[in-house]
């Protein structure tokens, strides 16, 4: 017989995506069990970049202070040919419309032990050598079996298990292949002199032999080197230090911290949500790494996921608003693979004759400022009022006195107005809207809401718990109104494919 379950979610997979998720929804009360298969945190570097929205992200996980700690703005990424000139210059100067830095650059061990202390901080059970063998769904419980005889039930099961995902397999979840592979070598290194790059990041798009040099966190740098095609792995492997010598980098001033050789993948799911199991991260989509965005993508799920999960488990939204998940998200994260595979392309050329005709092609396009990479496409279909201006664009957070907004008004639900009038909802709107987070905050005055409210002819803007716009209004009474469809919207959400009846 199958009992009601203790947990709310069970999380497969500790890593920062199973454990953004774990945090965002225990913020909100949520009974959560992480299983991870490995008994101890990897201790060695994997992602090393992370975006502006992203940094909100963990600011609102609780981790923000401490991630300013243990990373640094990359404000240039610089693309050069073998003889040094200039291809293609992205990045800018400064904060990016979310609070941060428009890119970072980080140590992971050190960013899985934050989320790890803060998600122990808020309950959260984390359960290590822990590997799941199988699960079954039922009518509101999915029951999961481990290796170790035990059974783990939650209301809801949540993939985060990485690119060979057990949970996927378990599904039986095609990949879509996208078809671009190619075999790196990546040394992660801790200088012991206090070198400085200048741009902290650079791809060198040499067909004799692509190479990415980039930070590796405060104090570390990571290099990759493409394997060609007349070279084994092994021999890549072998050269190591050979290749880092024309950087001077050699075992009596550097330490390597890791040597791995990777195949980079570009493939993903199409389909995110089976019943009452989701997958999330590289569960769900792996990417090449040259725009930064493999990690940036799953964090992007762990927001979107955690405050729909949020609103079913309290009953303020059917089920079938999960079925609004893999909707928003699969068209971004897509859109995320197919730029770094347009990346990758130009770098990953072998052939000189092909490589002279890029660099003929790029490098008259390379002006004096930096551009910024192309954004991640805007939600279209899902959780917005279609009919709204700048319905699904990400909302700005700015700051007021070196304060950022959501340190003070927390993150979740806001209407953010500039205007001066009261907003007016009926006693039982008002009650609805604090019971799902909601709060009204008026912002006149900050210098980053005047001037983004004046760009979008808006007085009120309506965010969700992901930072992204549900619509804007040009009144107190329109900002009502919104507010009002938010309600209708959330409460007549319908069943459909992915839920379980």
């Known amino acids: 017989m199958i009992t009601a379950a203790a947990n709310a979610v069970v999380v497969v997979g500790g890593g920062p995506v199973g454990l953004t998720t774990s945090i965002l929804l225990a913020q909100r009360g949520h009974a959560v069990t992480i299983l991870e298969r490995q008994p101890e945190p990897y201790p060695l570097p994997r992602a090393v970049h992370f975006d502006h929205e992203i940094g909100r992200i963990f600011q609102s996980a609780g981790i923000g202070t401490e991630l300013a700690e243990i990373s640094e703005p990359a404000d240039i990424y610089e693309w050069r040919n073998g003889g040094g000139t200039t291809l293609l210059r992205l990045g800018r100067v400064g904060p990016g419309p979310s609070g941060w830095p428009l890119s970072s650059m980080f140590h992971q061990p ?46 809801y099961l949540v993939g985060c298990d990485g690119a060979n995902s057990t949970v996927r397999s378990l599904l039986g979840v095609p990949m879509t292949e996208l078809g671009f592979f190619y075999d790196w070598l990546i040394i992660d290194v801790v200088l012991h002199d206090g070198r400085v790059f200048d741009p902290l990041n650079v791809q060198i798009c040499d067909p004799a032999r692509p190479t990415t040099v980039v930070s590796g966190g405060p104090g ?50 199409g389909q995110w949500r089976h019943g009452r199991v989701l997958l999330a991260g590289d569960a769900a989509h792996q990417m090449p790494p040259f725009a930064g965005q493999g990690m940036c993508a799953g964090i992007r799920d762990a927001a979107n996921l955690a405050w729909k999960l949020d609103l079913v488990l309290t009953g303020n939204a059917p089920d079938g608003l999960l079925d609004s998940y893999d909707q928003e998200r699969v068209p971004s994260a897509r859109q995320a693979i197919e730029f770094s595979i347009e990346l990758g392309k130009v770098i990953c050329v072998p052939d000189p004759a092909e490589a002279a005709a890029r660099d003929a092609a790029m490098a008259p396009l390379v002006g004096t400022e930096p551009t910024d990479a192309p954004p991640l496409p805007d939600i279209t279909d899902g959780i917005i009022d279609p009919g709204s201006p700048h319905a699904g664009t990400v909302f700005v957070q700015g700051s007021a006195y070196a304060t950022r907004f959501d340190d003070v008004h927390g993150a979740g639900w806001r209407l953010v107005t500039i205007d ?20 009204i905050v008026t912002v006149a005055g900050y210098e980053a809401y005047d001037r983004w409210f004046t760009e979008h002819d808006a007085t009120a803007a309506l965010q969700r718990p992901d930072f992204h716009l549900y619509g804007t209004a040009a009144s107190p009474a329109g900002a009502a109104t919104l507010i009002d469809h938010l309600r209708t919207r959330l409460a007549h959400q319908p069943a459909q494919q992915g839920a379980l009846q």
Not at 230 to 236: G, I, K, P, Q, S
Not at 426 to 432: A, G, K, M, S
């Open 220 to 269: 570390r740098r990571r290099w990759e080197f493409m394997r060609l095609e007349h070279e084994t792995l092994e021999e890549l492997d072998a050269r190591a230090w050979e290749l880092l010598q024309p950087w001077d980098v050699r075992p009596d001033n550097a330490t390597v911290e890791r040597l791995a050789v990777y195949s980079f993948a570009a493939r993903f799911a």
């Open 110 to 155: 050190s960013l899985d032990a934050l989320l790890e202390q803060r998600a122990i901080a808020l309950g959260v059970d984390i359960r290590r050598g822990c590997a799941v063998t199988d699960f079954s769904q039922h009518h509101e419980v999915v029951a999961v079996a481990v290796d170790d005889g035990s059974v783990v039930d939650g209301r």
């Open 420 to 439: 001066a009038e009261p907003i007016a909802l009926d006693p039982v709107t008002r009650d609805w809207f604090a019971s799902i987070g909601g709060r």
